[in-house]
């Protein structure tokens, strides 16, 4: 495990920066979670296919289209490790159409289309997007403050789920209570719930495991950021592997990434840099066959780690602006 993880962190730096030579002038949260796209698909970045990748988003994407906003980067990226990336613009371009029958326009409803573009097929994507409708809407009556664009995507991904939407939103109602009881950031919570309710087991253990390693890396000197990081946490909770393994291999691959360009006190924290090792650990432990998000908990965590981090760059990006201007 030790040789896999110092590979995965070496390649997770030189993806990085390979993405920066090809794309400039974007946010330092996006360039990790884009990077992160090769390494979970277990490919090295290429520049210029990822500048071609690029241009054909520009090209072809409408001109306020959000796919050409803030996720461009991780959207090319998700391009660049497909076989035909043009055919697989064409396909996330069909799931976006179909969500925006379903769903108000965003960027996390473009995220959401490159997720469905993946997983699976344009027959089978207007039952996703009406079932993922009506999870939303039950998540709206739940919570009509906390629920917003962002929460699209959990409801898209919900929709994959073997369980029924009462099943599924019950649990999460059980995990938003426990998990309230140690963590203030009800939106944060919100998405952890979602997560946690994806997977089988009785609520109460799963929240607990969550609970034990969040203290784990606490005594291993680690601290896991309590907003938006912690979805990555709840990610990584529910792979099926021994707590404190994770945990280790989490805290191993954060000490490769202290001191890499890009992690100090004038860039990213270390309750991001924390994020992007669990988010690497989801990686190495994925599943051989997880074509559907409920394959199996391991398959499930690497596309939660995936996608929590990709949401976490968005809000992040998104507050720096707003701080910036």
Known sequence: MKARINQITQDFIENRDTIKKAIKMESSYIYPVAANIFCAAGVKADADKLTGCKKIIKKNAGFASYLKGNIMTIFAAKLCVSDDPEAQFDKVMDMYGILKEHFKRSEYLALLATLLAEKTTPEEADRIAERGRALYDMMKKEHPILTSSEDNVMAGFMAFSGKSDKQLIDDAEKCYDLLRKKFSDKNTVQTVSHILAMTDGASEDKVNRLFRMFDMFIASGRKFGKHYELSTLAAISIIEADEKELVDTAVEIDRLLDGQKGYGALSLDKKTRL??????????????????????????????????????????????ANSGN
């Open 275 to 320: 994020m992007h090792a669990a988010m690497l650990t989801a990686d190495l432990y994925e599943d051989s066959d997880n074509t559907l998000a409920a394959v199996s908990a391991s398959a499930l965590a690497v596309i939660a780690a995936q996608q929590a981090a990709m949401c976490a760059a968005l809000a992040a990006s998104a507050a720096a």
